[in-house]
């Protein structure tokens, strides 16, 4: 009820009886409120939630200048989503210009609570806040920028099962 997308972003379900549009169409046609009205609403949350999908989902990489030596393949892979910190849906939705105020504030953050080191990757030296495709911001390690980086996107260690890339098969991080 307090939903600002009224539940029908993903981040609500009802029942097997409606879909989460549907829900709201019977709430408020049970309420009174004009169906007129509800159909825009709905549609706006639903044409948001579209722009979401397609926009460029940008992220914070956490970079410890990795080298590999022995560590195997899987474990890099299994350990790869912790180097990617992604902004928040509301975060990315703020102008390009207030964003990287936010990654500063992630960046210190996540630094503190993780004491400077990520477990396989080893001791963080820095931030990159990719706003765009190639393009970031640098970060330093207390939150403040550092400078700009264009044409290069940090490797990705990946392991497939089953055709599905490990970080997309549903299973739950082990730290936060």
């Not at 290069?152 to 739950?172: E, M, Q, W």
């Amino acid at each position: 009820m307090t939903s600002s997308s009224l539940g029908i972003d993903g981040s609500g379900t009802y029942d097997f009886k409606y879909s989460s549009a549907g829900f709201i169409r019977t709430v408020c046609h049970e309420l009174g409120i004009e169906a007129d009205i509800v159909a825009d609403a709905i549609q706006a949350v639903e044409d948001q939630r579209d722009i979401d999908r397609e926009s460029y989902k940008a992220y914070l990489f956490v970079d410890t200048d990795f080298r590999r030596t022995t560590q195997p393949v899987w474990q890099l892979a299994m350990m790869e989503r912790y180097r990617r910190i992604p902004l928040s849906v509301a975060d990315r939705r703020l102008p390009l210009y207030q964003q990287p105020e936010v990654a500063c504030k992630l960046a210190r953050d996540h630094y503190s609570r993780c004491e400077g080191v990520l477990p396989v990757w080893g001791e963080i030296k820095q931030y990159l806040f990719y706003y765009a495709g190639d393009q970031a911001v640098v970060i330093g390690v207390h939150g403040n920028l550092t400078g700009i980086v264009y044409g290069a996107v940090p490797s990705r260690a990946t392991v497939c099962i089953g055709g599905k890339d490990f970080d997309n098969l549903g299973i739950s991080p082990l730290l936060s």
